[in-house]
């Protein structure tokens, strides 16, 4: 799309407490999904009506949007599937305090921050702290 670049934080400097409050926002620097709708539509805002971007490009972009958040339902919803069946499994993972401990897996809960399960009273352990399943 030819369209005007649109760079909001390099149009409007910030003093420390506005920088570390915008750091706070997005501490790993990672761009969602809502990140990208409003990249989109302030590219769209700063388009020249007299020279409309390629709508050829504008479609393929939303094509490519969609294919992305698609893939990354599908991930979330198999890392559930995943999680869910653990349910009744004995497992071996890494508590909070860094220690290997067992249990066998009693639920599974899923939030914006990713799916975990509680194993044995122990709510919140990630999947990813699962280190052996029996």
């Given amino acids: 799309m030819s369209t ?3 760079t909001p934080a390099a149009t409007t400097p910030q003093s420390g407490s506005q ?3 915008a750091g706070a926002e997005n501490p790993n620097g990672i761009l969602g999904q809502n990140d990208f709708l409003k990249l989109m539509v302030a590219q ?7 020279e409309p971007g390629n709508s050829n490009e504008f479609v393929n972009e939303l ?3 969609t294919q992305v958040e ?3 339902n599908l991930a979330a919803s198999s890392e559930l599937s995943s999680a869910v069946n653990l349910i009744g499994h004995k ?3 890494t ?5 290997t401990a067992t249990g066998k897996v009693q639920s599974v809960q899923s939030s914006a ?4 399960v509680t194993i044995e009273g122990n709510a919140d352990v990630k999947l990813t702290a699962i280190t052996e399943v029996e």
């Fill in 4 to 6: 005007n670049p649109v």
């Fill in 19 to 21: 920088a570390s409050a």
């Fill in 44 to 50: 769209l805002q700063a388009q020249n009506p007299l």
């Fill in 63 to 65: 094509a490519q949007f």
């Fill in 70 to 72: 698609q893939t990354t």
């Fill in 91 to 93: 497992v071996a993972y």
């Fill in 95 to 99: 508590n909070a305090a860094g220690e």
């Fill in 113 to 116: 921050t990713g799916t975990t």
